[in-house]
């Protein structure tokens, strides 16, 4: 069990900030959207008053020819400017913090901790993810390639790396109030199979709470 984490967060790692494909068609239950100047100016304006984030999550993971998704449970929390926290609860206690230049992961009590700076891949997800949060989504380039997609309550932005070992991400977030709702990473499929995914569905948000900072302490 211990392995099958370390294997499925390390994946999750690789995946969320590898790159991939362009999208061809319009995601189901959504339209092309034209408002990305507006959806950054208000996602930005509306992160600007947030310090602190904490929030129930539940993470799948899908892998082709696997008969059943593996299916995790447990709480976010985000500090700015830096810090990121996932404490899995169900149906194993772990932990992966990310701090600075430092990523810690905790398994069956023991900890093992990894220097971001060493290791591209985990630094630029890192970035994203602290980006998403404080509202700083990244500019399309020659790197990554972004699309705005809208239904009547929802944005969905397709985020599209150019290189490696992802197909696509997917952020959903709530029009109301810009509440990240989910993060979806897509792998490219592989011959003969359908792509694997790993998918953070987030509930009970809370902005702006107290969150002591030994959650995100690392050594």
């Given at each position: 069990?211990?392995?099958?984490?370390?294997?499925?967060?390390?994946?999750?790692?690789?995946?969320?900030?590898?790159?991939?494909?362009?999208?061809?068609?319009?995601?189901?239950?959504?339209?092309?959207?034209?408002?990305?100047?507006?959806?950054?100016?208000?996602?930005?304006?509306?992160?600007?008053?947030?310090?602190?984030?904490?929030?129930?999550?539940?993470?799948?993971?899908?892998?082709?020819?696997?008969?059943?998704?593996?299916?995790?449970?447990?709480?976010?929390?985000?500090?700015?400017?830096?810090?990121?926290?996932?404490?899995?609860?169900?149906?194993?206690?772990?932990?992966?913090?990310?701090?600075?230049?430092?990523?810690?992961?905790?398994?069956?009590?023991?900890?093992?901790?990894?220097?971001?700076?060493?290791?591209?891949?985990?630094?630029?997800?890192?970035?994203?993810?602290?980006?998403?949060?404080?509202?700083?989504?990244?500019?399309?380039?020659?790197?990554?390639?972004?699309?705005?997609?809208?239904?009547?309550?929802?944005?969905?932005?397709?985020?599209?790396?150019?290189?490696?070992?992802?197909?696509?991400?997917?952020?959903?977030?709530?029009?109301?109030?810009?509440?990240?709702?989910?993060?979806?990473?897509?792998?490219?499929?592989?011959?003969?199979?359908?792509?694997?995914?790993?998918?953070?569905?987030?509930?009970?948000?809370?902005?702006?709470?107290?969150i002591d900072d030994a959650i995100f302490k690392v050594q």
């Amino acid at each position: 069990m211990k392995n099958l984490f370390k294997n499925i967060t390390v994946g999750v790692i690789a995946m969320m900030m590898s790159v991939g494909s362009v999208f061809a068609e319009v995601p189901a239950g959504f339209k092309a959207s034209s408002d990305m100047q507006k959806f950054r100016t208000d996602m930005l304006s509306t992160a600007k008053s947030m310090t602190t984030m904490k929030s129930d999550f539940v993470q799948v993971k899908h892998i082709s020819g696997m008969t059943k998704d593996i299916e995790q449970t447990g709480e976010f929390s985000f500090k700015k400017d830096d810090k990121l926290s996932l404490e899995y609860k169900k149906p194993m206690v772990s932990q992966i913090v990310m701090n600075g230049s430092k990523i810690k992961m905790v398994s069956g009590g023991r900890s093992s901790i990894i220097d971001a700076n060493s290791n591209p891949v985990i630094a630029n997800l890192k970035k994203m993810m602290s980006d998403c949060l404080s509202g700083q989504l990244p500019e399309s380039s020659k790197d990554i390639k972004l699309d705005l997609y809208e239904n009547d309550s929802q944005y969905l932005v397709y985020v599209t790396p150019k290189n490696g070992r992802a197909d696509h991400m997917e952020v959903v977030v709530a029009k109301n109030d810009y509440t990240i709702l989910s993060f979806k990473m897509v792998e490219k499929p592989k011959a003969n199979k359908g792509s694997d995914y790993t998918m953070f569905t987030f509930s009970n948000m809370k902005r702006n709470v107290a969150i002591d900072d030994a959650i995100f302490k690392v050594q």
